[in-house]
């Protein structure tokens, strides 16, 4: 656990100082919208705000160089296949691994149900969680960082965005 803190608890540390900010940029938002007539100026503004802080520090560290002596693309097609290394190894990896990647896209799919009703569809939330998630894995691929494009990643990262719908689901109509 050290090991992840010394690789990312800068990244932490940035996302705490970024959330009172969030709370100002929401609010200012806010009133730009209740100018412009805006359904939900509050709830949207709020949503939109804080879907990005907390996606933005995943999508930091998913897209940060790996170990530059692994090779430079390297690809898991195989369903579970990955997955299953994983957590047949230590337990601390697979612990940050799988965690991990349930909370990449677990914003979006808390918020953005709650930021418009067309997309209070756990469906809808998949789709765009899927979407997010092979388009971070196509760059990881594409931009050579020394990480494993996987499918399994894909299945995990949309996996935590629709547990996080389910989790806010009595407050979507609200």
Known sequence: MLLAWDLWGHVVIAT???IPAGWGV???L?????????PEPARTAYAD??????TA???WMILTPGDPSAPDRAVGLVPFHDLAQVVTGPAATAFVQVGGNLLVFAALGALLPLRSQKLARLKI???IAAAGSLTVELLQYGLELHRVSSVDD??????GAVLAAVMTQRW???
Do not use: C, K
Request: net charge positive.
């Open 125 to 127: 939330v998949a789709a």
């Open 30 to 38: 806010t009133r730009w919208r209740e100018r412009s007539n805006h």
């Open 57 to 59: 520090p995943w999508l």
């Open 49 to 54: 705000v804080f879907i990005v802080i907390g």
């Open 26 to 28: 929401a609010h200012l």
């Open 16 to 18: 705490l100082l970024t």
């Open 172 to 174: 979507w109509a609200g």
């Open 154 to 159: 894909i299945l995990l990262n949309t996996t």
